[in-house]
Nanobody, 127 residues
Framework: QVQLVESGGGSVQDGGSLRLSCAASGYTFRTHCMGWFRQAPGKEREVVATIYTGTGGTGYADSVKGRFTISRDNAKNTLYLQMNSLKPEDTAMYIC????????????????????WGQGTQVTVSS
């Protein structure tokens, strides 16, 4: 049974930093697309960042470029999201996800591209 379990969320002040982790079990995502999404109350789930675990190639939403960094430790089967210079508009539930099949990420990733999902970890940024 594949499980994705996020951790590292919390409450920070405007300009603060957090590092999220997503531990995978039940399957080793060596050559898959994995990503971080976020969903704020009353809003649709949106992609934040993606990474192809085979090469480490990454992609970011415009709203987080230069502030967030996605990375992957294949030995630990764990995905990370380093978030710096956090803003109140970054407040949301952050959820990690992975493709079902091996292969790279799509140029314009969507929710429907991803099969496995975690439960999420809450990030709250106050001004």
């Amino acid at each position: 049974q594949v499980q994705l379990v996020e951790s590292g969320g919390g409450s920070v002040q405007d300009g603060g930093s957090l590092r999220l982790s997503c531990a995978a079990s039940g399957y080793t995502f060596r050559t898959h697309c994995m990503g971080w999404f976020r969903q704020a109350p009353g809003k649709e789930r949106e992609v934040v960042a993606t990474i192809y675990t085979g090469t480490g190639g990454t992609g970011y939403a415009d709203s987080v470029k230069g502030r967030f960094t996605i990375s992957r430790d294949n030995a630990k089967n764990t995905l990370y999201l380093q978030m710096n210079s956090l803003k109140p508009e970054d407040t949301a539930m952050y959820i990690c996800a992975a493709h079902l099949a091996a292969g790279g990420c799509y140029p314009y990733p969507t929710v429907s591209d991803f099969h496995y999902w975690g439960q999420g970890t809450q990030v709250t940024v106050s001004s």
